[in-house]
């Protein structure tokens, strides 16, 4: 299990004094909000470490100020660098019927009759959603790019290691 998981990218700076500019995934703004601290440059389980002095949100992005960071100089050598957190934080922020995208990856693909469909590859997103993409058993197939929206995957078990997704004309053609 990988100790960290990227939660934006350090896009750019703000102002003069070492803000840094955020993008994130839409719908984590209090996520970023309460953040303490964050890691850049992971590599095997070892990083970078920041402590967050503030932030807010400006724009749909979020603007950080890290302890250390005072002017942009200082701030520029990290831009385009990935933000990361603990992943044990990330899964101490969830719900009981949350789970990481992260986690999706490998589990087996059945349609609603528990037909077997594939294994879900990657994560892809967009700007409305995230989209699972998915190895089909058969090798006709490269992949299918199925929307996880809630209509076309109404099934997430993690522990029993599947996904059940609703089939609609042409979607896995």
Known sequence: MEKFVSIGKILNFHG???????????GSEDQMLSLKKVYVRVFDDKALKFKVKSSRIHKNFAIMKFEGIN???????????????EKSEALE?????????????????????DDY???????????????????????????FLIPFVQELVPVVDISRNKIVIKPIEGLLE
Do not use: H, R, W
């Open 16 to 26: 003069i004094k070492g803000e840094a500019k955020v993008g994130f995934q839409k």
């Open 71 to 85: 002017s942009i100089d200082e701030l520029l050598e990290y831009k385009g660098e990935k933000i990361y957190i």
């Open 93 to 113: 922020a969830l719900s009981e019927d949350e789970f990481m995208t992260s986690d999706l990856i490998g589990l087996n693909v059945f349609d609603n009759n």
């Open 117 to 143: 469909i594939g294994k879900v590859v990657d994560i892809g997103t967009n700007n409305a959603n995230d989209i699972l993409c998915i190895k089909p058993e058969n090798p006709d197939y490269e992949q």
